[in-house]
């Protein structure tokens, strides 16, 4: 069971189509009376009944394929650079330093300044030095105000510090005023455990102005994303806990439907990403997948404040909802999201990009958008991800048509080598080179067909599926392709992946392909 469970998070759920049924219309005769033996008398036309309107189709019905535990992907793409350093600092001429932190608290947007004036030092110590050791503590000052911010959140303004050196370097008498109590309770708390070199004599007056600064709070829900990427060990949810989750989502079916009472609703396949509480009340979901970001934040708005009898440990539950015929998921481009678009040149925060020289400076926790568009190098796709350097959670998608961009692989980086395996069973892979796809599973070439034929696709992917039942194979698909092969075919031989419910992850741009064991 488990197994199954796993297989169904790996992607969107194919479905049957459900058959409409065509109205039948029934037609009238015109009536057409006449009198006998009198004079003759204009035929009168008997009006018919009002003909029944046709009838269309009944909108496909949503529904829960199945929801299952939801955990990081184990893979690897395009060569990756070193993370960089989470907090640097800075000094102005004005005399302050500040510090920048890659979390912010619960909040999103650009993180929480602290800005730290030239102290004011009376007495036998340099203020150089007095300054230096407090630059030492910035990151568990910022501490004190992040923790704040989650109960204050509009928290900001300047806290006056004043302590005292003693002859033997401690901190006394410390008191910290301004902005909010228990934040001048904790810098002082941080103040006091600082052990300054002994003044020269006597003891040494110090006055500190800490400045923290904080933009407006704005929606704390990350972007969506098809997996859970978390910093450490997911929580994997207990049987129990996925089977109450399902019967939730499933008792608020009605209420999700509503979300699509347009008759030009998007028809597809979604994904709702869960994570209850201790409490068992759903805490911030997300949904996507329809690439519709007004029905997506409607869907969440009906599944917010849901309760789970049976909550368990914890961990994140993905729930996989279709309507109609299943398609690829497509993303909703968001504010939230750092948005890469790739073309010809590579784009971001609307500038154009240097790969070569700019730096992307995002907090390494923020979830990265790549939209390529299809005509776009496998080399440029992979310069573009390498650029983005070792980021949490990094989605790939491809501008296929109109429309929001289809969703092709997700990623959480890892240190560059072979994509990393989950165990030791066999694996699929696609090569994509001079507009063909090529297939083998464990070593063994299954032949190749035309990027272009979406039905030779899915015969050579039937063979795959197949042989890989056969084999018990990983339910994955490597996807290979060479340094020219558009962005476009990398999204085709993903969606062939996905009707057959593998998960495809993609490799390096590669000169030649091979069919590997």
Same mark, same amino acid.
């Given at each position: 069971m488990a197994i199954v469970r796993r297989l169904l998070a790996s992607g969107p759920?194919?479905?049957?189509?459900?058959? %409409?049924?065509?109205?039948?219309? $029934? =037609?009238?005769?015109?009536?057409?009376?006449?009198?006998?033996?009198?004079? %003759?008398?204009?035929?009168?036309?008997? #009006?018919?009944?009002?003909?029944? %309107?046709?009838t269309t189709a009944a909108p496909p019905a949503l529904r829960v394929v199945a929801c299952a535990a939801t955990q990081q992907p184990i893979t690897r793409t395009f060569s990756t650079y070193a993370a960089t350093a989470d907090a640097s600092v800075e000094t102005d001429a004005s005399g302050w330093g500040s510090i920048q932190t890659g979390g912010v608290g619960t909040f999103g947007g650009p993180p929480p300044t602290l800005q730290l004036r030239a102290p004011v030092v009376v007495g036998a110590l340099d203020a150089a030095i007095v300054r230096r050791y407090l630059r030492r503590q910035m990151l568990p000052l910022v501490d004190c105000y992040d923790q704040r911010l989650t109960v204050v959140p509009a928290l900001a303004g300047t806290v006056a510090l004043h302590f005292t050196i003693t002859a033997r370097g401690a901190v006394a008498d410390a008191t910290a005023t301004g902005v909010d109590g228990e934040l001048g309770r904790c810098v002082v708390a941080v103040v006091g455990r600082i052990e300054f070199p002994r003044p020269r004599q006597g003891t040494v007056d110090v006055t500190y102005q800490l400045a923290y600064r904080n933009p407006a709070p704005v929606d704390d829900r990350e972007p969506w994303a098809p997996f859970d990427s978390p910093q450490f060990e997911p929580l994997v949810p207990s049987d129990a806990a996925i089977a109450a989750t399902e019967a939730t989502v499933t008792a608020r079916l009605p209420a999700l439907a509503a979300c699509f009472a347009s008759p030009s609703a998007p028809t597809g396949a979604l994904r709702a990403m869960l994570e209850f509480g201790d409490d068992g009340v759903l805490v911030a979901p997300r949904v996507g997948g329809l690439g519709d970001a007004a029905i997506e934040g409607c869907l969440?708005?009906?599944?917010?404040?849901?309760?789970?009898?049976?909550?368990?440990?914890?961990?994140?539950?993905?729930?996989?909802?279709? *309507?109609?015929? #299943?398609?690829p998921w497509r993303i909703t481009p968001d504010?939230?999201? $750092?948005?890469?678009?790739?073309?010809?040149? !590579?784009?971001?925060?609307?500038?154009?990009?240097?790969?070569?020289?700019?730096?992307?400076?995002? #907090?390494?926790?923020?979830? !990265?958008?790549?939209?390529?568009? $299809?005509?776009?190098?496998?080399?440029?796709?992979?310069?573009?991800?390498?650029?983005?350097? =070792?980021? *949490?959670t990094v989605l790939l998608a491809v501008r296929v048509g109109a429309g929001a961009p289809t969703y092709v692989a997700g990623f959480a980086m890892s240190q560059p080598g072979t994509i990393a395996r989950h165990s030791e069973a066999p694996r699929a892979a696609l090569g994509l080179r001079a507009g063909k796809v090529s297939a083998c599973v464990a070593g063994a070439a299954l032949g190749e067909a035309a990027i272009d034929d979406r039905a030779a696709i899915d015969r050579l992917l039937a063979t795959v599926a197949t042989r890989c039942a056969a084999a018990r194979c990983e339910p994955l698909v490597e996807i290979v392709a060479t340094p020219d092969t558009p962005a476009g075919a990398i999204a085709?031989? =993903?969606?062939?992946?996905?009707?057959?419910?593998?998960?495809?992850?993609?490799?390096?741009?590669?000169?030649?392909?091979r069919c590997a064991p």
């Open positions: 759920i194919p479905r049957l189509a459900i058959a %409409a049924r065509p109205a039948l219309l $029934a =037609s009238l005769p015109l009536l057409v009376a006449c009198t006998t033996g009198a004079p %003759a008398a204009p035929p009168r036309l008997v #009006p018919a009944a009002p003909a029944a %309107a046709p969440a708005a009906a599944l917010d404040g849901a309760t789970v009898a049976d909550p368990g440990a914890g961990g994140a539950v993905a729930c996989d909802l279709a *309507r109609g015929e #299943p398609q504010p939230r999201y $750092a948005l890469i678009e790739v073309g010809r040149d !590579v784009r971001y925060a609307d500038k154009a990009i240097d790969l070569a020289a700019d730096r992307f400076d995002v #907090p390494p926790d923020r979830t !990265v958008l790549l939209v390529a568009d $299809a005509t776009t190098p496998a080399a440029q796709v992979g310069a573009a991800l390498a650029w983005t350097g =070792s980021r *949490r085709a031989a =993903s969606a062939a992946a996905d009707r057959i419910a593998m998960r495809a992850l993609v490799a390096d741009p590669l000169p030649t392909w």
